[in-house]
């Protein structure tokens, strides 16, 4: 993501989709995991419309490890 994006420095998407927003920034409700670059909330609230909100550090350390089509489940 350019620097500065609210939700950066990383995101990753999921296949998941929102219950909540059904478009976002003219593509689909998509589920994400990402920083809280620009955005209000700690990691970990339910803060959000369906993403993970994970540290800034988080997100850097999963986006180099995590390669496209990798599983994710979310457990709470």
């Given amino acids: ?3 500065g994006v609210a939700g950066g420095p990383y995101a990753l998407a999921l296949s998941a989709r ?3 927003l059904q ?3 003219g ?3 998509q589920i994400a995991v990402h920083g809280v670059m620009g955005l209000q909330g700690r990691p970990g ?3 959000s419309h369906g993403c993970v909100r ?3 550090a988080d997100s850097r350390w999963l986006s ?4 496209p089509g990798t599983p994710v ?4």
Avoid: D, H, L, W
């Fill in 64 to 67: 180099a490890r995590i390669a």
């Fill in 45 to 47: 609230t339910a803060i």
């Fill in 54 to 56: 994970v540290a800034n």
């Fill in 23 to 25: 478009r976002f920034e």
């Fill in 18 to 20: 929102s219950n909540v």
């Fill in 73 to 76: 489940t979310i457990r709470r």
């Fill in 1 to 3: 993501m350019p620097g």
């Fill in 27 to 29: 593509g689909p409700g």
